[in-house]
């Protein structure tokens, strides 16, 4: 079941890029502080995670992998969605969709990895 996902997932990407337009350009990482990105692609729109914007003491950004696939590859992205943490550019904490394509972690857990960030700066 394992192998069928991959293959799955190894083919939508190659399909992705096929529909990539060299004028859109791709969002940035903030390099400064705590960056939380989503990671999605249009095709699966419906399982946006809605409360990525309410997170607080980070800035966020959401990046679609099908118009920026150098991202996805530098970030090894396998699934959508995707919610990476960042800090500084580095990235901290990862929390990926189900096989369903739906995230299961909660605002909750990733306010949790942000404020663990902040905590470690004391």
Do not use: Y
Request: charged letters at 20%; proline letters at 4%.
């Amino acid at each position: 079941m394992k192998t069928v996902l991959v293959s799955v997932l190894s083919l939508l990407s190659l399909l992705m890029v096929a529909h990539v337009s060299p004028l859109e350009s791709a969002p940035e990482i903030d390099k400064d502080g705590i960056c939380v990105a989503e990671f999605n692609a249009s095709f699966n729109s419906q399982n946006s995670v809605p409360w990525i914007e309410k997170l607080s003491d980070c800035t966020t950004t959401r990046v679609d992998i099908a118009a920026a696939p150098e991202l996805q590859m530098e970030h090894k992205i396998v699934v959508v969605p995707t919610i990476v943490v960042f800090n500084n550019g580095e990235e901290v904490d990862r929390f990926q969709a189900n096989i369903m394509m739906t995230m299961e972690a909660s605002k909750s857990d990733v306010q949790g990895a942000i404020d663990e960030i902040i905590m470690s700066d004391f």
